[in-house]
C-alpha cells in the first residue's frame, strides 16, 4: 500500500514592487536638490541685450565728456627792494657775499631759487612815487619770500621797499635794457678786494643781459 503523498506549503516570495514605486521611494528618500531660478537676463534676451547697450551709452558718454577746466592760476606777490645800480652793486659792502652765501645754501637743500636781482626793472613803472626818488639806473632785489626782503632792508638800509602782483616770474623780472657803468675809485683803502664788475651775473633773471662794462 502506497504511502500517501505528503504535501507541505512554504511561504512563497513577496511579488516584486513594479518599477514605478521603486523611483518614487528613492525620490521620496533623496534630499532635494537645489536649483538657482534663472536669471532675468537668461529668460529674456531682449532685456539682456537692453542692458548691455545702455552700458556701452553711458561709457561712450563718460569717454566722449571733455575735462573739467584748470583753476586759473592765482597772481604771485612779489617784493622788491630798489636803489640806484651803483649803489646796490658797486658801493654796498657784504652784499655779494649775502646773496652767494644764500644761492649756495639753496643749492645745497635742493631748494629753487626764489630771488633775483632786475636791473631797470619794468614792474617800476607802476611806483611813480619810488621812480621820481631814484637815480637811474635802478636796481631791484625781488623775491617771492617777504620776511626775507625785510631782513634785507635792515641790512642795505638805503633801499626803497615795496610790492606788487605778476601773472608770471617772467613778467615780475621783465627789464629794460640798459649800460653799466662804474667808475673805479682812485684809491681803495677797504681791507677787502673790490667787487669785480659783474659779480652780479649768477643772480640776473635768465637770459638777461645788462652787464655791459
Sequence with gaps: MVAPAMLSLRPCAAPAPPRAALLRARACLSPPVRTSPPSVAASNPRWSISVLRRAVAVDSDQQGSPEPPEQEKKPKTYHFLV??????????????????????????????????????????????????????????????????????KLRLDRVLQD??????????????PVELKFDKPEKWTAPYPKYEFGWWKPFLPPKSSNSTA
Design 83 to 152: 636803489a640806484n645800480a651803483k649803489f646796490m652793486l658797486d658801493e654796498e659792502e657784504h652784499f655779494q657775499e649775502q646773496l652767494a652765501e644764500k644761492l649756495r645754501l639753496y643749492g645745497e637743500r635742493g631748494m629753487e631759487q626764489d630771488f633775483w636781482l632786475v636791473v631797470e626793472p619794468k614792474f617800476l613803472d607802476r611806483f611813480p612815487n619810488i621812480t621820481k626818488r631814484l637815480k637811474r639806473p635802478a636796481v631791484a632785489l625781488v623775491s617771492t619770500d617777504g620776511n626775507w626782503i625785510t631782513f634785507m
Design 163 to 176: 610790492q606788487f602782483d605778476a601773472e608770471s616770474v617772467e613778467e615780475a623780472l621783465a627789464s629794460n
